[in-house]
């Protein structure tokens, strides 16, 4: 099978990265990654990508200056597909333009409701009855491009910061893998 060219941008953990190289590994998922940016250079989620033996591209601060080198670097890799996933720093509409094609995000709350940061302290202020992930194409507006798919659980009153994110979590593995197989059909 033909794998579109993927690269995944994290900055943390990393466990959807994770999901996404195992899932790839298999000869019918049709992304490879060949490629994870990061801009932390801590990231737990930068061991993931050396185990796997993946190239990866650190930024620096400067955001002009890194998406100029980084668009470079894409195209010198070949990559067809972007999957933001967990990337804490907001794209610039610069590089979202250059870039061209398409990009990916996964967001911890059912979109359009939560966009931005603190999710999981505002669904529960907010007393929501069900919550969860999206997976949506990415535009120049924050957590805003068409949506792809979106799972949902219903929350129980026991429930906090702690145990929302464990359970949104566990349906973002396979929310992503899903999504991306839905796009590439
Ligand atoms: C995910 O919950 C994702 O929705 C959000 O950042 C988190 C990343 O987690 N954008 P991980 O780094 O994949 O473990």
């Known amino acids: 099978m033909v794998k579109l060219n993927t690269c995944v941008f994290i900055s943390g953990k990393g466990s959807n990265l994770r999901r996404l190289i195992l899932n790839s590994n298999k ?4 992304i490879k990654i060949k490629l994870v940016v990061c801009n932390n250079k801590n990231a737990e989620g930068l061991k993931l990508a050396k185990k796997w033996s993946i190239p990866c591209f650190i930024l620096n601060k400067k955001q002009g200056l890194s998406d100029n080198r980084m668009l470079i670097k894409l195209k010198s890799y070949k990559i067809d597909l972007i999957l933001l996933a967990g990337y804490m720093k907001i794209l610039s509409k610069r590089f979202i333009r250059s870039f061209g094609k398409s990009i990916i995000n996964i967001h911890p709350s059912l979109l359009p409701k939560f966009k931005g940061l603190n999710t999981f302290e505002r669904i529960l202020k907010k ?20 949506i792809i798919l979106r799972k949902f659980f219903y929350l129980d009153k026991k429930d906090n910061v702690t145990s929302i994110k464990r359970k949104t979590q566990n349906l973002e593995y396979n929310a992503f893998s899903e999504a991306i197989i839905r796009v590439t059909r």
């Open 127 to 146: 007393k929501e009855k069900k919550t969860g992930c999206t997976v949506h194409f990415v535009n120049e507006k924050l957590d805003d491009g068409k």
């Open 27 to 30: 000869y019918n998922f049709p």
